[in-house]
Antibody
Framework: EVQLVESGGGLVQPGGSLRLSCAASGFTFSSSWMSWVRQAPGKGLDWVAIIKQHESEGYSADSVKGRFTISRDNAKNSLYLQMNSLRVEDTAVYYC???????WGQGTLVTVSS | QAVVTQEPSLTVSPGGTVTLTCGSSTGAVTSGQWPYWFQQKPGQAPRTLIYDTSNKHSWTPARFSGSLLGGKAALTLSGAQPEDEAEYYCWLSYSGTKWVFGGGTKLTVL
């Protein structure tokens, strides 16, 4: 059974940092593109970043470029999102997505507020 | 910055057929943009219905199908059921380095 389990969300002040993790199982993680997608309260889906199978660098949306960094550890079947210089508008549920045909985790809530 | 467009809302009768479309501001949508279709119900995480234009997951009901139609990606629902009422999102790749979601289509089965 494929599982994607996100962790690391929480409440952080503007300008602060958080690191999200996604533990993958049930598929060959190292062979899959992986992505982070977010959804602000009451809004649509918003692509954040994506990383290819064996690459150390990924690609990110203009809205987070220079602040967020996607990475992966294929030995640990894990995906990460380092989020720096957080803004109020980054408040959202963050989903890990990927694997063959696109599986989704249940999401982790990030709230940026003073 | 590419913009992906979807119908904001559509209504279909139970047992009826409806087609949701996904267009790109950069021109015709191609299979090389690996169109995805996701379904999201209130309070739930999205789930993938269609990937790479027309491929289905094991959980995708047979009444859903994906295609390219008139320069757009399309999701066709044939024989709508009440449980198909949901928000539907498409997702397109731009050169594999940028991915853009459409704004979503709220589908009502009524």
């Amino acid at each position: 059974e494929v599982q994607l389990v996100e962790s690391g969300g929480g409440l952080v002040q503007p300008g602060g940092s958080l690191r999200l993790s996604c533990a993958a199982s049930g598929f060959t993680f190292s062979s899959s593109w992986m992505s982070w997608v977010r959804q602000a309260p009451g809004k649509g889906l918003d692509w954040v970043a994506i990383i290819k199978q064996h690459e150390s660098e990924g690609y990110s949306a203009d809205s987070v470029k220079g602040r967020f960094t996607i990475s992966r550890d294929n030995a640990k079947n894990s995906l990460y999102l380092q989020m720096n210089s957080l803004r109020v508008e980054d408040t959202a549920v963050y989903y890990c997505a990927g694997g063959p045909g696109g599986y989704w985790g249940q999401g982790t809530l990030v709230t940026v507020s003073s | 910055q590419a913009v992906v467009t979807q119908e904001p809302s559509l209504t279909v009768s139970p047992g009826g057929t409806v087609t949701l479309t996904c267009g790109s501001s950069t021109g015709a949508v191609t299979s090389g943009q690996w169109p995805y279709w996701f379904q999201q119900k209130p309070g739930q995480a999205p789930r993938t219905l269609i990937y790479d234009t027309s491929n289905k997951h094991s959980w995708t009901p047979a009444r859903f199908s994906g295609s390219l139609l008139g320069g757009k990606a399309a999701l066709t629902l044939s024989g709508a059921q009440p449980e198909d009422e949901a928000e539907y999102y498409c997702w397109l790749s731009y050169s594999g380095t940028k991915w853009v979601f459409g704004g979503g289509t709220k589908l009502t089965v009524l």
